[in-house]
């Protein structure tokens, strides 16, 4: 759980009073993020030594690559010295733990969500495991990383390929950032780098991967948002509350699907919604129906994973028809993003996903 807080902190303002006078955001310092309040610092939140590879259980050659590429001169040939020595050093770092990641990856995801603290057996989430957790528990297993910094390792490998003077990536190159990015995870779970110190992110990573700038690959994602709005708002028939007889309790109910393929993510979507329109939680309306919560019907279609956060959705809402087929157009769509970017980005399998999608959507609404 102290990984994750400096990530709230850091996208999160504080509010009190009645003028919503706010303090600043979180800033991000050398050991930790700093959470300020009238000039006084009210809160430090220390990045966990697994992200930021200080003390005892790590070489001091991690923290000489951060601050090699972290420190930036104004001076143009101070600057190109400090680039060539953050190559050096990840070049010296890779030498000796590039061969050595697939044996002791292992062990900082074990560090991350410990087996430990997750109980399938009875369903439980595995957050709530960590929540019983100590921090003793957890910091035992900084021994069998062996040394191996994941996250110094990533930056390593984001340096030896960003900082060559060739405008293509040779075979090499791809193959660095294509561990890089495995490194964050399958579906990038285990990405807090925007929340450490060594000044990149996974964004980066997949721009210099796919050739083109982070800007483009920001444009990319907004484009991709709007067209899922557009098709949306073209296929979505929308319900309105008609009274039939004058009479309030005769309201049609207003019918909600949601459209995604986390499942967890849903969750939390129609746990708000059904909080905003109808002023009750969903336990509180299973446990005693209000008038407001029976005029409101909700639905979700295309979630396909995680398997247990997709059962305990389907324990909260009915599942609409089609939703196994969304979900597997959904995936598709996702997996071809990934596996061949430059095949994904071509007008006519945009246009052949963007046709599919509107079929279905068409159907289920």
């Known amino acids: 759980r102290q990984f994750s ?40 939140i220390r990045i966990p030594s697994v992200f930021s590879c200080e003390g005892e259980d790590f070489s001091p050659r991690w923290r000489l690559l951060r601050q090699a590429m972290t420190v930036h001169s104004p001076m ?11 190559t050096l050093r990840a070049r010296e770092l890779l030498e000796g733990y590039l061969t050595a990641w697939q044996e002791r990856y292992q062990a900082f995801y074990d560090f991350l969500v410990p087996p430990e603290a997750v109980m399938p057996e009875d369903g439980s989430h595995w957050l709530e495991g960590l929540q019983q957790l100590g921090v003793s528990a957890r910091m035992k297993r900084l021994a069998d990383l062996r040394g191996l910094c994941v996250y110094g390792l990533i930056a390593a490998m984001f340096t030896a390929v960003a900082l060559v003077s060739e405008p293509h990536l040779d075979e090499d190159g791809r193959f660095l950032l294509e561990r890089a990015l495995l490194l964050l995870g ?9 929340s450490s110190s060594w000044g990149i992110s996974s964004l980066q990573l997949a721009a210099l991967r796919l050739g083109v700038s982070v800007d483009e690959l920001n444009r990319v994602h907004a484009s991709s948002v709007a067209a899922y709005a557009r098709t949306v708002q073209i296929t979505a028939r929308y319900v309105a509350l008609q009274p039939t007889g004058g009479s309030a309790q005769a309201l049609r109910p207003l019918r909600v699907m949601l459209f995604g393929w986390h499942a967890a993510l849903l969750q939390e979507l129609a746990t708000s919604l059904h909080r905003a329109l109808c002023g009750i939680s969903m336990a509180s309306a299973r446990r005693a129906p209000s008038t407001n919560a ?15 956060a997709l059962q305990r959705l389907r324990s909260m809402l009915p599942e609409a028809p089609l939703s ?8 598709a769509w996702i997996n071809g993003f990934l596996d061949n970017y430059e095949r994904w980005a071509e ?11 509107q079929e279905l959507y068409k159907q289920i609404v």
């Open 347 to 357: 007008p006519d399998a945009v246009a052949t996903s963007s046709t599919k999608l």
């Open 324 to 331: 196994a087929e969304l979900g597997s157009a959904y995936n």
């Open 186 to 194: 399958q579906d990038l779970e285990f990405d807090f780098l925007s």
């Open 5 to 44: 807080l400096a990530v709230v902190f850091a996208a999160r303002t504080s509010c009190s009073g009645s003028q919503q006078e706010c303090t600043p955001v979180a800033r991000l310092v050398n050991d930790g993020w700093v959470y300020d309040s009238a000039n006084e610092t009210t809160l430090f």
């Open 294 to 308: 029976n005029r409101v019907e909700f639905a979700f279609c295309g979630a396909y994973y995680p398997n247990a």
């Open 76 to 86: 143009p040939t101070e600057a190109l010295v400090q680039q060539q020595m953050a």
